[in-house]
């Protein structure tokens, strides 16, 4: 069993006994990949989890404030973890992404957007939901869940409005998206100056 296999079951243990756990007290047992494979188990087995009745009072100073914190590194560590966990390459998944969104023959511009996904480098607010959904279909996972760990990245506590409204999303479903969509982002690779805004664009970038 590996440090992150053990260190993963002794939370979960710890959770199902009923005590509050510390991730970031069980995060600063490891480092580099093994802290961010750890991250993204706990991040996992937190969207199943039954959800607590939230107490500000208690939230404050408390382990789950930690939780925030210490899973704000989003799609970086999130995404290449699920990718391993579903045993997916990533030529495999774009080419897979590329086809449910329905833009196979710009798959090589779908695999520069995911690569700014994976990298953190592109926005989560521009992300359209057919994107998420598709890659949620992929990876196993909710598009809300997907999103959420992109928005943790964007901004983090403070740029959201504080940690309380950050928890606020991991206990509940995502809101609907405010009408109409974000000014597009500038990104470096796929925002090219020969490229023509065209449908991957728009799904990587417009937002919706």
Same mark, same amino acid.
């Given at each position: 069993m590996t440090d992150v296999d053990r260190l993963f079951e002794e939370f979960t243990a710890a959770r199902a006994a009923g005590e509050d756990p510390s991730p970031a007290e069980f995060l600063g047992r490891v480092s580099g990949v093994d802290r961010a494979e750890l991250r993204? /188990?706990?991040?996992? !087995?937190?969207?199943?989890? @039954?959800?607590?009745?939230?107490?500000?009072?208690? !939230?404050?100073?408390?382990?789950s404030e930690g939780v925030v914190e210490a899973l704000t590194e989003g799609w970086p560590a999130a995404l290449p973890r699920l990718r391993n966990e579903a045993r997916v390459p990533r030529d495999e998944l774009v080419r897979r992404l590329a086809t449910a969104l329905g833009v196979a023959d710009h798959e090589e511009?779908?695999?520069? !957007? !995911?690569?700014? #996904?994976?990298?953190?480098?592109? @926005?989560?607010?521009?992300?359209?939901?057919?994107?998420?959904?598709? /890659?949620?279909?992929?990876? *196993?996972?909710?598009? *809300?869940?997907?999103?959420?760990?992109?928005?943790? /990245?964007?901004?983090? @506590?403070?740029?959201?409005?504080?940690?309380?409204?950050?928890?606020?999303? #991991?206990?509940?479903?995502?809101?609907?998206a405010?009408?109409?969509?974000?000014?597009?982002?500038?990104?470096?690779?796929?925002?090219? @100056?020969? *490229?023509?805004? *065209?449908?991957?664009d728009e799904l990587f970038r417009g937002g919706v």
């Amino acid at each position: 069993m590996t440090d992150v296999d053990r260190l993963f079951e002794e939370f979960t243990a710890a959770r199902a006994a009923g005590e509050d756990p510390s991730p970031a007290e069980f995060l600063g047992r490891v480092s580099g990949v093994d802290r961010a494979e750890l991250r993204a /188990l706990i991040e996992a !087995y937190l969207e199943r989890a @039954p959800r607590r009745r939230f107490d500000d009072a208690r !939230y404050r100073g408390s382990p789950s404030e930690g939780v925030v914190e210490a899973l704000t590194e989003g799609w970086p560590a999130a995404l290449p973890r699920l990718r391993n966990e579903a045993r997916v390459p990533r030529d495999e998944l774009v080419r897979r992404l590329a086809t449910a969104l329905g833009v196979a023959d710009h798959e090589e511009k779908v695999h520069r !957007y !995911y690569h700014q #996904m994976e990298q953190g480098r592109l @926005p989560a607010r521009g992300v359209s939901q057919r994107v998420l959904e598709a /890659l949620g279909e992929i990876l *196993d996972r909710s598009a *809300d869940a997907l999103r959420r760990a992109g928005e943790g /990245l964007a901004g983090g @506590p403070a740029a959201s409005g504080g940690a309380t409204q950050t928890f606020a999303r #991991m206990a509940s479903p995502a809101p609907a998206a405010a009408a109409g969509p974000p000014p597009p982002a500038q990104t470096d690779a796929a925002a090219a @100056p020969e *490229d023509a805004w *065209d449908e991957v664009d728009e799904l990587f970038r417009g937002g919706v």
